[in-house]
Structures are given as C-alpha cells and as structure tokens.
C-alpha cells in the first residue's frame, strides 16, 4: 500500500491518499502515518480512490482515527471509496458509523 499525505490551511487540515490493499500487512503503516501526521489537524480527508480493498484490520484502524478525530472541529471523511470497500463498509455498519462521500 502507498500513502501520501498532504497537509493544507496551515497544517490543520490533512488529506490522506491511500493506494493498494488495506489489509492485516499494511494497517500498522496507516497507524503509523496517522500518528506521525496527526499532531495539530482539526480535519481529516481520506480518499480512497485507489484503494482496492480493506480487511478488519483496516476498519480498526479507521475506527481509532473516527474516534480522536470525532473530537476535534473538523472531524474525519472517507471519499472515493469504490464498490468492494462501500460493500465492507455497509456490511460491518461502519456506513453507518463513518462520513463517506
């Protein structure tokens, strides 16, 4: 999986572009990016738009991020998710959970 991160409005706001799969291997490097890049972010925007797939490792993740997030101002949004990760995401409930676009 390949992450990049670019940071917006003086650092406040943090955009997270995730490619590949976003499973059991990969989750520790998205936690690792989050807590690296968190520090002073009111708002975070993960776009999955080439993501392929995610597993309930993956969910954890973003769970823990919708969570510290959900505290601050801006909260947390997934956009571009395709059909196999929205398919997850209705099964597991975290549709309901989680702000996608």
Do not use: C, W
């Not at 999986?1 to 409005?9: R, Y």
């Not at 890049?37 to 993740?61: K, N, P, W």
């Not at 969570?67 to 997850?88: D, F, P, T, Y």
């Amino acid at each position: 999986m390949n992450i990049t991160a670019n940071k917006e409005n003086n650092g406040t706001h943090l955009e997270l572009v995730l490619s590949g799969r976003l499973d059991t291997v990969t989750a520790p490097q998205l936690e690792e990016a989050l807590n690296k890049d968190l520090d002073g972010v009111e708002s975070l925007t993960l776009d999955f738009s080439s993501l392929d797939y995610i597993s309930s490792a993956g969910l954890r993740v973003l769970l823990s991020a919708h969570k510290l997030m959900s505290h601050r101002q801006g909260g947390m949004k997934i956009k571009g998710v395709n059909e196999i990760v929205k398919e997850v995401f209705d099964v597991t409930g975290f549709s309901d959970i989680l702000n996608i676009e």
